[in-house]
């Protein structure tokens, strides 16, 4: 049999090949924000059984998960890191993968429990629906750490396929995660700039992208306000080359209240209080074939 650290090793340098194929697309994703993904083995038969090939298991599968969702969940940046890593804080978003286990009367059963974190602070409230991996009366290889390895890629695989769970870890976790603080606007355009390249995250139009954002009104007090952006592709005019371009889909900061480009968006914008805006990804879809004409991407 091989050994499992010769197996991990095998896939680390599959995957570094693939890496180099895929450079170009790499480097636009640099710009997106981070989501730490970790992977934690805390069933006790588990730890006892796979003593020191644990961390191994657990570094191949975090580096797995993170691959299939950068695959299936392309606008941020997916990052495996090690199970005691702590979450991250400034706004960024971790996803721990916990392997448990759950009495089930007449012995354990094995679930996977995955944890979603903003700012640092576990997303109780918003975590996703436990995921069974084995049956207290299946044989579970907690002394077998290729098998589990397997066992946990192919589980992984499934639920990366599965739409109903991409949207509920979309919901759950990167529909908080901030993209950007800050957008340009393109008066001449009538359109709004996000500043990361449409190449790491090609959003279809049927995406939705929101900003949050506090600024001054008329009398000086500080005011909180929100828009819907449509994204339309990318820039290809000399200011913003390759950036995220959006339409207008509603602004509201009361009384003003519009479904479309409006000239006191520019005015409400420039007195955006400082720091006080962000925008993240209500819905996404994926653009398969984007296409560019009269400046802009769009889906064939």
């Known amino acids: 049999m ?11 340098v599959l995957v570094a090949l693939g890496a180099g194929a ?27 059984g796979l003593g020191d090939d644990r961390a191994e298991v657990e570094a191949a599968t975090a580096l797995h998960l993170a691959s299939a969702l950068t695959t299936r969940l392309p606008y941020v940046r997916w990052m495996p890191v090690d199970a005691s890593a702590p979450a991250p804080s400034d706004g ?17 059963a094995i679930d996977l429990v995955f944890v979603p974190a903003v700012d640092g602070r576990d997303a109780v409230a918003r975590q996703l629906t436990p995921e069974r991996l ?18 946990l890629r192919a589980r992984i695989d499934a ?3 599965r739409d109903t769970w991409r949207q509920q870890l979309h919901d759950d976790l990167l529909r908080h995660v901030p993209l950007v603080r800050r957008v340009h606007l393109d008066d001449a355009a009538r359109a709004i700039i996000v500043p990361l390249p449409f190449a790491a995250l090609p959003a279809h139009e049927d995406s ?7 600024a ?5 007090a500080l005011q909180d306000g929100r828009i819907a952006l449509r994204p339309v592709g990318a820039v290809r005019g000399a200011l913003w080359p390759g950036y ?29 209080d400082d720091g006080a805006l962000t925008v993240t990804m209500e819905h996404y879809v994926h653009d398969l074939a984007p296409t560019f004409e009269d400046g802009l991407a769009s889906s064939l």
């Not at 091989?2 to 680390?12: D, E, I, N, Q």
Request: hydrophobic content about 50%; aromatic content about 10%; some cysteine.
């Open 244 to 272: 995220l371009q959006c339409r207008v889909q509603t602004f509201a900061f009361p009384p003003i209240d519009v479904d479309a480009w409006d000239a006191s968006i520019v005015d409400v914008l420039g007195r955006v």
């Open 22 to 48: 895929a450079s170009r697309a790499q480097d636009a994703q640099e710009a997106l924000p981070q989501v730490a993904v970790a992977v934690a083995i805390e069933a006790a038969d588990f730890v006892d």
């Open 208 to 214: 939705r992208l929101r900003v949050a954002f506090r």
């Open 216 to 220: 001054v009104r008329d009398d000086g």
């Open 92 to 108: 960024a978003g971790q996803l721990r993968m916990r392997l448990t286990a759950v009495s089930a009367g007449f012995g354990d």
């Open 159 to 161: 639920l990366a396929a």
């Open 134 to 151: 084995y049956e207290a009366f299946d044989v579970q290889p907690s002394f077998e750490p290729l098998r589990l390895a397997q066992d």
């Open 2 to 12: 091989m050994p499992f650290r010769r197996f991990v090793t095998g896939a680390l």
